[in-house]
């Protein structure tokens, strides 16, 4: 199995190192010759400085699975790498036997998730300030290499250091939920940073659950506006924070349908409209009983402590994109062209996007752009990015029903080639809309096995919808 | 608990060591828990807080479990450095694991199994023996880890004290979490172990199957890896498995979500109903897809396995191309992987939209990608015959965008490169004669030497129907001494090919020129050999000429980068592990660590082998396995058959001195009996020099498998028994395969064996040699050392028949003669690994000849055996096949008759043969051409022995 479990900052430093190895698996220093003699080298460093200055196969950025080669006197250390980056921190694994790469990146993510959980906020600060809990943790998740549990919930029952909790408000927060924190419109803010296990200041714990339903929508439209390909990636996400472990049943539409029965996606276009919500594949988390699902479409769960994903669904039934982009580019005499980004949001106007950024890259030899906003508008702002050549606007709020419209002279250094179009976008855009989400998927009703009659803990269930690629082709 | 354990981290003025011993020595237990806080922030930090080890362990009696936990952590860090006062925790250690609390228990287990120190392991025994019968399940979970923990400590002492019973009770256990860990302390220390230690029974299968659906979901993955292990036995037990194992399909984790599959693919082998095997496909594609929503670095993983499975399964994905169409925000590396699939799930029905995808990546900003992007359109052109069109005229009209410099650059060359295949391969010139004309008025823009070097070969190949043919090569003649070799070969062969098609006199003096060129003022040996022999035939035989150059060419097929079907099966059944993420056999990139404990480091990857071992994931390192059986990986391990044999080196040095008594597991114990029988061996050990004991033996073969064949004899006046043999170092890495068979001898008695042989094991550098050093050892006797010599026949295996197909799998010559025809494979679209098949035109001689003729002249090695007379042909022919040298042609020069041969050695090393004699007369000429020509005077020592009558 694997060999090291060790964190890495952004710069390079090891902020938590464990070594599973033992003499068969590898050695955890290798010599290194240089050009001074021999030196001895981490593995942590081999990896970072492979993953920094990547460059093979035409590629510049590592792909999560490599071997590491370092020559000595063409000696070759096949130690497997593995890692994934989480909030600027490199997680990485080391092997020397044929194992199974999804295991290991999943156990990879599972860890952060679980540091996180225990921790509230994920950061090299909050690691280095908690070490002694984090190895501990580690501890009960890994033995010898092999995987034990990632379940914050089992964990609780072995760990016994505290967490410190740290300023969570500067920090970069984590995980899909983290959406909620963007914006003007926060949600109910410090439980997404709140630990599982630490106490609340008060000594009582609030009771309280949340379940977000998260869409991540890609959607290409083709340069007439049709849209070539639509895909929703959903969650249902849960955190609880209530005690006793209450059961909880969660109802879904019930005209939710699985599977799209026919063979390509283009035959189940005709339901759009029917209503019917039809899901092309889901999972669900092992806590997740599915005994009346085939019948009312419940789901039942006593959730474990920590967050979790109670659901994942993928869709590529047609949905009605939130936002249609139009663009327009023509030249506009000698060395000049104009171009004219409108887009108009396709959403009910009580509800409002925020955080939405549009870019789109221009033609190479474009030396300035100067820019036009609609006569009175607030909270936008417009930038031309000279080294990469890319317009970028951002807009802070976007109320539904609403179009904007941009327009952008752009200057050019030479004379222009045949077809500007070719040499311009396409017009990427991220966005966030909260309490909206575009599958239709609801949740009916939250019902929590109930102790006592006062027994009514909070209960937030909140939508949302994000842009994953949403782009068009121009 | 207040402050932060950052604090710990900070520095005091005096001396730390000493404060924090005091510290540790402190009455108060708050402060000595603070104080092993800090001595592990020190440790984590790589400070040498060793020296403290007896004061922490002093903290370690303690009830609190926090500090309990901290100490052990100390504890295993330490341990190793300071052996002796590890001892002193033992007690402490063994008194844990009898602790009311299952987690101290549990705790003390785990820990000590992680202090690797030889005395600690034997304290170890006992307590690991009541927790595996613990009653709390998190103890025998734990206990069950410590098993394999134990086991790469000391595996002899895991199996003395039948630790491994034990854990093989706990695949029975009621807990599942009990069951996984066993079952992964199991395989790993069956990965360790040569000898089968964990079976699967169809009663641990149907027990592991019911756990699979209660464990966790790392367990479920650690069972199902377990499972993929084991074959059913029918199709039925397959169906069964897998419908126990679909739901799997359903799991949040991607990792069982790819086990399930891999498992769920194995099985499918077996099962013969098409039904359910299209329904098993119809249920998996949906996971497959869902994969790709989760994490980049997943979908990576995800899409390099899904590679291998359309490869094998196409049907599958038919129909969800869409799904692989790159997102605009997926990482680079995810962003190639889905042009790899796109291109492999291309078909006429849904090529437009591909096309329409491709072009739209072509004008991306990532230069990388795009080149990547277009040289996917130009593999879709070959791939689909009918739409090649279609996709030759993206490329033109990417060209006609004339974006700029660089993408230019990066079309031109796909497009070149695709049009030269496509006419390679379908000889439809009129289809593109249009693009042709557009290409030939922008050749200046060619810069790239393998856009040129194709254009060229289409100018050349194509010299009849372009009108001013002659005009375009001449342009490109002007600046031969200063273009790359590979232009310049092409430009040599298109010019021969203008002047045969054309023998005008614009041409001939071209040719005068080219060859000028290519013979006095080159240094290249390749350009030079080929002018030479389009010199000599020009000039001896120009209609002989037409036929060789003008030749049909071999029919190619595309297949977009398949891998080799056996290799592609290989990674199937590796589906969900490293290997199927790198497209490579376990075995080129995991040192086994059951072999690693007999071979240095160095051994273990041979020079020259690094390419290998790069994370170049794209090639698949797929060389074709041309050896059928006894070594299926190693032509995957080695490059090229030229770096089989190590190179010069010292040598052979005298390693007889410690090959006796060193290495237990080596050496072969010898006790069962034989009887003597067969013809007689040499005799290599006399009596009189082995106080009685005489010993005659000899290399022998029986189908297909190498044997020592050994015949003991005892003169001497005791019994003797405990047999063992052990083999030097020798050129071909000769071993013993199995133990040796010998019964124990009473004075008189004699015994016969076969003692099964395999190769490479131990492989001795410097140029080969015939030399085979033995030495024998018996219970009563010192050891006996011998040489024999080893006969290079009995290596030549049975597939060494050169039919013409495998003939021309012999990748390196089929290569040179293809481009002593005039033809010359275009790299990236057709190198790969084709097994191509001349056209019928080509006569097998002709093949032979050519491919004799390729081989430089270095390779071959002429004696001449005045001794040896060939009565008829066809006997000769008879008894080489009995030893694997297979006829293949024959023809008269002057009263000599000619006789060509064939034999492979492993490794796929293949062995050219020419006998030349007068039949009946005294006198045999032997040449033989390989590409290891230093094995010719172990060749010649063989075919003398073959033919001696």
Request: hydrophobic share 40%.
């Amino acid at each position: 199995m694997i060999s090291q479990f060790f964190v890495l900052s952004q710069r390079g430093d090891n902020i938590v190192f464990r070594d599973y190895l033992y003499k068969a698996r590898l050695k955890r220093l290798v010599i290194v010759t240089t050009d001074r003699g021999e030196v001895a080298k981490g593995s942590a460093e081999i990896f970072f400085r492979k993953v920094k200055f990547w460059k093979e196969d035409g590629q510049e950025e590592a792909p999560p699975v490599f071997v590491g080669i370092t020559l000595l006197k063409n000696n070759v250390d096949g130690v497997n790498y593995f890692h994934v980056k989480v909030v600027g921190l490199l997680f990485v694994a080391t092997t020397r036997v044929n194992v199974s790469p999804s295991l290991v990146l999943e156990l990879l993510q599972r860890i952060a998730r679980v540091i996180k959980d225990y921790l509230g906020v994920l950061s090299e600060d909050s690691l280095r300030k908690n070490f002694v809990l984090v190895y501990e943790l580690l501890d009960e998740v890994i033995d010898f290499g092999y995987m034990q549990t990632t379940s914050t919930e089992v964990l609780k029952s072995y760990i016994f250091n505290e967490p410190i909790v740290v300023d969570a408000a500067r920090l970069q927060p984590l995980g899909p939920a983290a959406i909620f924190m963007q914006g003007t419109k926060r949600m109910p803010g410090t439980a997404i940073t709140k630990s599982v296990v630490a106490n609340e200041p008060g000594g009582r714990k609030r009771e309280e659950i949340f379940v977000d339903i998260i869409e991540k929508i890609s959607v290409t439209f083709s340069s007439s506006g049709y849209i070539l390909t639509s895909e929703i990636d959903g969650t249902i996400q849960m955190k609880s924070y209530l005690t006793g472990n209450p059961e909880i049943r969660l109802a879904l539409n019930e005209d939710l349908s699985i599977g799209r029965g026919g063979e390509s996606a283009n035959d189940c276009r005709s339901s759009y409209g029917s209503g019917a919500v039809i899901l092309d594949d889901c999972n669900f988390h092992e806590s997740v009983r599915l005994d009346s699902f085939d019948m009312d479409r419940t789901l039942a769960l006593v959730p474990p402590d920590g967050e979790f994903p109670v659901m994942n669904y993928r869709m590529t039934q047609e949905f009605k994109p939130p936002f249609h982009i139009n663009c327009l580019i023509e030249e506009a005499g000698h060395l000049k062209a104009e171009v004219i980004l409108k887009v108009r949001a396709e959403f009910p106007s009580n509800i409002t996007a925020n955080t939405v950024v549009l870019e789109m890259p221009l033609p190479k030899y474009t030396t300035r752009a100067s820019f036009e906003l609609e006569p009175g508008v607030t909270g936008q702002r417009t930038d031309f990015k000279g080294a990469n050549k890319k317009l970028e606007w951002d807009l802070e709020k976007f109320v539904g029903g609403v179009e904007h419209t941009l327009r952008a002279k752009l200057t050019f250094s030479q004379e222009l080639h045949a077809n500007i179009i070719k040499e311009a976008g396409p017009v990427s855009m991220t966005f966030t809309i909260p309490m909206y989400n575009v599958s239709r998927l609801q949740v009916k009703y939250l019902q929590i096995a109930k102790k006592s009659s006062s027994y009514n803990p909070y209960r937030w269930v909140r939508y949302v919808t994000q842009a994953n690629s949403y782009v068009a082709r121009i | 608990m207040s402050g932060h354990d950052s604090k710990y981290f900070s520095t005091t003025k005096k001396g730390e060591i000493p404060e924090l011993k005091e510290e540790l020595n402190s009455q108060h237990r708050d402060k000595r828990k603070d104080a092993v806080k800090k001595v592990i922030a020190a440790m984590t930090v790589g400070k040498d807080v060793s020296s403290l080890f007896t004061d922490v362990v002093n903290c370690m009696q303690t009830e609190n479990l926090e500090l309990k936990k901290l100490v052990y952590l100390y504890l295993i860090n330490y341990a190793k450095s300071q052996p002796d006062l590890a001892i002193l925790a033992v007690n402490t250690f063994v008194k844990d694991s009898q602790d009311p609390n299952p987690l101290i228990r549990a705790l003390a287990v785990r820990t000590m199994g992680c202090i690797r120190v030889d005395k600690i392991t034997e304290y170890l025994c006992d307590p690991l023996q009541r927790c595996l019968k613990d009653d709390d399940p998190y103890v025998r979970k734990t206990a069950a880890v410590c098993v394999a923990k134990l086991y790469d400590i000391n595996a002899e002492l895991v199996e003395d004290r039948g630790f491994l019973e034990s854990l093989k009770d706990l695949i029975s256990d009621n807990n599942p979490m009990v069951v996984a860990n066993a079952v992964a302390a199991l395989a790993e220390i069956q990965e360790h172990s040569s000898r089968p230690i964990f079976e699967i029974t169809s009663h641990t299968l149907s027990k592991l199957l019911t756990a699979l659906n209660e464990c966790t979901e790392w367990g479920q993955v650690f069972i199902l890896d377990a499972l993929s292990r084991c074959k059913a036995a029918d199709a039925r037990e397959a169906e069964n498995i897998v419908e126990r194992i679909t739901p799997r399909l359903q799991h949040a984790n991607c990792a069982v979500v790819l086990s399930a599959v891999k498992m769920i693919l194995l099985q499918m082998e077996l099962i013969s109903s098409t039904d359910v095997v299209r329904n098993l496909c119809k249920k998996m594609a949906p996971p497959l897809v869902t994969l790709l929503s989760a994490e980049p670095e997943i979908q990576y993983v995800a899409l390099r396995n899904i590679n291998l499975i359309v490869q094998k399964r196409p049907t599958i994905l038919a129909h969800e191309i869409k799904v692989f169409f790159c997102k605009y925000n997926d990482p680079i590396y995810v962003k190639m992987e889905k042009l790899e699939i796109m291109i492999k799930l291309a078909s006429d029905r849904n090529i437009d939209q591909v096309l329409l995808e491709f072009k739209e990546y072509a004008t991306e900003v990532d230069v990388d990608f795009v080149r990547r992007a277009v040289r996917a359109i130009g593999r879709c052109a070959i791939k689909l015959d009918r739409a090649a069109e279609r996709c030759i005229s993206v490329l033109l009209e990417l060209i006609k965008i004339k974006v700029n410099y660089v993408v230019q650059e990066a079309i031109i060359k796909p497009l070149v490169c695709t049009l030269k295949a496509l006419l390679m391969i379908y000889y439809d010139l009129p289809r593109y004669e249009s693009i042709i004309a557009t290409l030939c008025e922008s050749l200046d823009t060619l810069d790239e030497p393998e856009a040129k070097a194709s254009m060229i070969w289409i100018i050349g190949e194509y010299a009849e129907r372009i009108d001013n043919a002659d005009e375009l090569l001449e342009s490109f003649l002007e600046s031969f001494p200063e273009e790359p070799p590979q232009v310049q070969l092409q430009l040599l062969t298109a010019t021969v090919k203008l002047f045969l098609k054309k023998p005008t006199e614009g041409p001939q003096q071209m040719i005068q020129v080219v060859l000028n060129n290519a013979t006095v003022e080159t240094d290249n040996p390749d350009l030079r050999d080929r002018a030479y022999i389009y010199w000599r035939l020009l000039s001896t035989d120009p209609e002989a000429a037409k036929d060789v150059v003008l030749a049909e060419k071999p029919v190619i097929s595309d297949d977009s980068n398949q891998l080799d079907p056996s290799l592609l099966d290989e990674l199937l059944a590796n589906i969900a592990t490293l290997s199927s993420v790198y497209h490579k056999p376990p075995d080129a990139f995991v040192t086994r660590a059951k072999t690693a404990s007999q071979r240095t480091e160095d051994d273990d990857y041979p020079d020259g082998n690094e390419k290998g071992y790069s994370a170049n994931v794209g090639d698949g390192g797929a060389s074709p396995s041309t050896s059928s059986s006894s070594v299926p990986y190693t032509a995957a391990r080695q490059p090229s058959p030229a770096q089989v044999m190590p190179a010069p080196a010292s040598p052979v040095p005298d390693l007889l001195g410690d090959l006796i008594g060193l290495d237990n597991n080596a050496i072969v114990p010898a006790d069962q009996p034989a009887m003597p029988s067969g013809p007689p061996l040499p005799i290599l050990l006399p009596a009189s020099t082995g106080q009685g004991l005489q010993i005659s033996a000899q290399l022998a073969r029986q189908d297909g498998q190498i044997f020592y064949s050994l015949m003991f004899e005892n003169n001497s006046q005791i019994t003797l028994d405990g047999f063992m043999i052990q083999f030097n170092k020798n050129s071909f890495g000769l071993a013993a395969a199995g133990p040796l068979q010998v019964p124990p001898l009473a004075p008189g008695a004699a015994a016969r064996t076969l003692l099964p042989m395999v190769l490479f094991q131990n492989m001795s550098p410097g140029p080969p040699s015939s030399l085979l050093q033995v030495a024998v050892k018996n219970n009563q006797q010192p050891v006996w050392y011998f040489n024999d010599k080893i006969l290079l026949h009995v290596f030549f295996s049975e597939d060494g028949r050169m039919e013409r197909t495998s003939f021309l799998e012999v990748r390196s010559l089929f290569h040179i003669a293809l481009v002593y025809c005039g033809t010359e494979l275009s790299k990236p679209y057709i190198m790969k690994d084709h097994t191509a098949e001349r056209s019928s035109s080509m006569s097998i001689w002709s093949v032979m000849f050519v491919t004799w003729r390729s081989l430089p002249d270095s390779n071959e090695v002429l004696k001449e055996f005045p001794g040896i007379m060939v009565g008829s042909a066809e006997t000769t022919m008879d008894r080489l096949a009995a030893s694997n040298v297979f006829f293949i042609a024959k023809r008269k020069h002057a009263n000599q008759d000619v006789l060509y041969f064939s034999a492979k050695i492993p490794r796929g090393i293949p062995l050219l043969i020419e006998l030349t004699t007068v039949i009946g007369n005294p006198g045999l000429k032997c040449a033989t051409k390989t590409p290891n020509p230093e094995l010719a005077p172990l060749f010649f020592e063989a075919i003398e022995t073959l033919l001696k009558i």
